[in-house]
C-alpha cells in the first residue's frame, strides 16, 4: 500500500475544504452535482475521443498503482539471479529448467527458458529487450491518458463556467435564480483546475514512475541472464546489477 498517495490526496482535500472554512464559506457550498458532471463527464468524453479502447482500459486499471503499486524489488532479484548463476555453473544451462518452471514472474520465466533452450545471448538480449520496449510503450500511453485527462479538465471547466453564467443572464429577472448559476459557474472552475492540478497530473506522474521502476528491473532481468549465458562469475553479476540501485533502491 502506497501510504504517500493516500496522504497527498487527504492533504490536498483539507487544504481546499480547510481554506473555504477558514474564509468563513461553507464546505457544502463546493458540492454542486451539476458542476461535477459537467466537468468529469466532458473530461471523460475527451479523452476517450482521444485514445483508442485498449489504452483507456488498460490506463483505468493502471489506477490502482497509485496505491497498490507493483512490487519491485531489486535486492530479491539480485539474490534469484545470483542463485541462477550458481545452479547454472554448477548444473549448467539446463539446471535451470526447474527455475525457469516455478518462478512467478512471467518475463523472468520467459529469459530462463531461453537460456534453457541454449538462445545465444545476443539473440535472448534482443528477444527481451523488444517485449520491454512493447510494455513500457503501452504503459507509458496508459499514463498518458490521466495526463490528457489533467489536459482536458481546466478546460472542460471553463466550459461549465460560462453555462453557469448563461444561466444567470438568463434568469437576471428572477433573483433566485441567479446563486445557483453563479454557484455552478466558479464551482465548476474549481472542479476543472482542482481535478486536473490535484489528481489527474499527479497520478499520471506517479504512473510513469512505476512504469520506469518495472522497466529498470526488467533490464536488470536482461543484463543478469545475459552474463548468465557467457559464464559470468555469480560475484560480478551481483556486483554488476547492483549498479543499477540508487539510494532508497531495495
Known sequence: MDFLSLLGLLIAAAAILGGQWLEGGHIGALLQATAFFIV????????????PLPTFTLGLRMAGWAFRPPVVAYGLLIGRIAQWSNAARRGGLLALEGHAETVTDAFEGKGLRLLVDGADPEVLREILEREVETWEESHRAGARVWEAAGGYAPTVGILGAVMGLIHVMENLADPNQLGAGIAVAFVAT?????????????????????????????????????????????????????????????
Open 190 to 250: 474549481i472542479y476543472g483546475i482542482g481535478s486536473a492540478n490535484l489528481v489527474y497530473l499527479p497520478l499520471s506522474g506517479k504512473l510513469r514512475a512505476h512504469v520506469g521502476r518495472e522497466v529498470k528491473r526488467r533490464e536488470m532481468v536482461i543484463d543478469g541472464l545475459a552474463a548468465i549465458a557467457v559464464g559470468t562469475n555469480p560475484r560480478v553479476i551481483e556486483g554488476k546489477l547492483e549498479g543499477y540501485l540508487a539510494e532508497g533502491d531495495t
Open 40 to 51: 468529469v463527464g466532458g473530461t471523460l468524453g475527451a479523452v476517450m475521443l482521444q485514445v
